[in-house]
């Protein structure tokens, strides 16, 4: 079975730039997860999908931060315009359901100069 | 909201035994997990415990789950430079409507010396 799938691995840009992620999951998992990590802590949620709708996007910074799934399988996360406090690997994962074991993709590291 | 603590760091000789600890804050039933994280790597489910349970063993790996202190451990026998990795603790979080988001830690380094 593949795992979770993300591109680009790496991405230097500098601050005020753009720049987005895709994350494939799992196939057939209905939940989708982004995590920012930064270094030295642990991963933090951004936004959770079910299917191709919003669950809980609480922690997106949203004047910056926007995530979609349209389809209900890969997504796109993007950083418009970003700051230097974004550097952090961005983490995707996916889970058969909200309460199933969560499984991760090698992540993206972004560093903004 | 939810908090879960760890030690930063464990060195340990190859073939000791390594004993992570963690402590969380959820007082309802919730279930904890111990991840993996291998460097430029995306984290890796090593197991995990549901909070009405004392102990969970899975070959090397035994989890031991204090309730009443909120205390997990990852215990890892016989360990191997192969191990030397960041360990997360996370916890479910169910609280505020919450959709059972994990709740991580800032991971431990575990370094194995030869």
């Known amino acids: 079975e593949a795992g979770v799938a993300q591109s680009p691995r790496y991405k230097i840009i500098e601050k005020r730039q753009s720049v987005a992620f895709w994350c494939n999951p799992i196939?057939?998992?209905?939940?989708l997860y982004w995590y920012q990590q930064i270094l030295g802590q642990g991963p933090k949620l951004l936004i959770q999908?079910?299917?191709?709708?919003?669950?809980?996007d609480s922690q997106l910074p949203k004047d910056r931060f926007s995530a979609e799934r349209l389809k209900g399988v890969d997504s796109t996360l993007k950083i418009q315009p970003a700051k230097l406090e974004d550097s952090a690997v961005y983490l995707c994962?996916?889970?058969?359901?909200?309460?199933?074991?969560?499984?991760f993709g090698p992540g993206t590291r972004l560093t903004v100069t | 909201g939810e908090d879960v603590e760890q030690s930063l760091f464990l060195s340990v000789r190859e073939g000791d035994s390594s004993v992570i600890n963690c402590t969380y804050t959820d007082s309802s039933s919730t279930y904890l997990y111990w991840y993996k994280q291998e460097p430029g790597a995306g984290l890796q489910l090593l197991t995990y415990?549901?909070?009405?349970?004392d102990m969970k063993q899975d070959q090397r790996l035994t989890v031991l789950l204090n309730k009443k202190d909120k205390h997990l451990s990852l215990r890892i026998a016989d360990t191997q430079t192969g191990d030397s990795a960041i360990y997360f603790c996370?916890?479910?979080?169910?609280?505020?409507?919450?959709?059972?988001?994990?709740?991580f830690g800032k991971g431990t380094k575990l370094s194995v010396k030869p």
């Open positions: 996370a916890e479910r979080e169910w609280a505020r409507g919450s959709q059972g988001n994990l709740i």
């Open positions: 415990i549901f909070s009405n349970m």
């Open positions: 999908f079910q299917n191709n709708g919003v669950v809980d």
């Open positions: 196939s057939g998992h209905a939940t």
């Open positions: 994962a996916s889970s058969l359901d909200p309460r199933g074991e969560q499984y």
